[in-house]
C-alpha cells in the first residue's frame, strides 16, 4: 500500500469572510501543492476543504494517508469519533454538513490517520500549507461557496 504524507491548511479573512486552502502533498519523491480562494466562507470550512480536496486528489484506490492539520476542528472530529455519532444522528444541529458528507464519501477509500500539529510553530510543511491558503484568500478571483452563502443567515442574495 503506497504511503502518502498530507498538510493540509485553511484560512479566512474575517470569519465569515474571504478564505482560502492549502495542501501539500507528499509520496516518496513526488510532491504536490494545491490551494483555491473563496469568497465568503470560514475558516473551519476551509481546514475541513483542505483535507478533502487532499484526499479526493489520490489517484490510487486505497493508500495509507497520514494528514498533518493544525484544526482541532477536524482532527478531533474523526479521530475521536464524533462525526460517524453526528452523521447517525444526522448532522442535526451541525455546521458544515455539505462538507461533512463529501468527507465521509472519500474518508473510506483510504487508511487515514490525522495527526495535530500546533499552527505557526515552524513546521515547514504546515508553515507551507498557511502561505497556500492566505495567498488563495488574498486572489482577486475567489470561488463562491455556494452551500455556505445559500444557507448562511447574512448572504448578499
Keep these: 500500500m503506497a504511503k502518502i504524507t498530507i498538510y493540509t491548511d485553511g484560512a479566512a479573512k474575517g470569519n465569515p469572510g474571504n478564505g482560502g486552502y492549502g495542501i501539500v502533498m507528499m509520496s516518496g ?29 489520490i489517484k490510487l484506490n486505497t493508500a495509507e494517508v497520514e494528514i498533518y492539520s493544525d484544526s482541532k476542528y477536524v482532527v478531533d472530529a474523526v479521530e475521536k469519533g464524533w462525526v ?39 513546521n515547514l510543511f504546515n508553515e507551507r500549507c498557511d502561505e497556500l491558503a492566505v495567498k488563495a484568500a488574498e486572489k482577486s478571483n475567489l470561488i463562491i461557496d455556494e452551500a455556505y452563502e445559500n444557507n448562511s443567515s447574512d448572504a448578499l442574495f
Design 29 to 57: 519523491k513526488h510532491k504536490k501543492e494545491l490551494s483555491e480562494g473563496y469568497r465568503k466562507t470560514t475558516n473551519n470550512r476551509m481546514e475541513l476543504l483542505s483535507v478533502i480536496v487532499a484526499l479526493e486528489a
Design 84 to 122: 460517524f455519532g453526528w452523521q447517525k444522528k444526522g448532522f442535526k444541529g451541525k455546521k458544515n454538513v455539505d462538507l461533512w458528507q463529501r468527507f465521509l464519501k472519500i474518508y473510506p477509500k483510504h487508511k487515514v490517520k490525522f495527526i495535530w500539529v500546533k499552527g505557526h510553530a515552524g
